[in-house]
């Protein structure tokens, strides 16, 4: 059995303090990577479904005859893109902040119906942070959901 020295347990008292203060930083990044990213994975998760159910609704009301899709009436295209951000087919509070109508876009031709969302996804902790020389780096990016179907 080996002997402890007492002396060798002083040298050693500030290491544990030094170690996490190099390791703590890098795991907190760490932490912080893993749950912004599983952010992203719910909101665009959120925004498929809304664009999903949207176009289900427009797919529904589309009246097609032998040459494809005649036409969606103004009614049925408010509701569709008032579906896409808040999930009702009026009023409502959009599911993902910052989501409004303007970010919908419909193409009706032929035989297919395409609607398309796209979101301004921003971290939690701002959109930029400062980068070398004065330039910032954009930390914000746009996810894009499109959903394309076919009417019955």
Do not use: C
Not at 51 to 74: D, E, K, M, P
Not at 87 to 101: E, F, I, M
């Amino acid at each position: 059995m080996q002997h402890i020295n007492r002396s060798n347990l002083r040298k050693q008292r500030g290491v544990a303090a030094i170690e996490a203060t190099i390791v703590l930083p890098i795991l907190f990044l760490m932490f912080y990577a893993v749950g912004e990213f599983g952010r992203l994975l719910y909101q665009y998760n959120q925004l498929n479904g809304l664009a999903r159910n949207a176009a289900r609704h427009l797919v529904s009301y589309t009246s097609t005859n032998s040459t494809g899709i005649v036409g969606v009436s103004t009614l049925v295209e408010s509701q569709v893109r008032n579906m896409a951000v808040t999930g009702q087919l009026s009023g409502g509070t959009p599911l993902l902040t910052g989501l409004s109508t303007d970010n919908v876009t419909l193409d009706v031709s032929q035989s297919l119906a395409i609607l398309s969302v796209t979101y301004d996804w921003t971290p939690m902790f701002g959109e930029s942070i400062p980068g070398f020389f004065g330039d910032a780096v954009d930390l914000s990016w746009d996810i894009t959901a499109t959903v394309s179907m076919r009417p019955l």
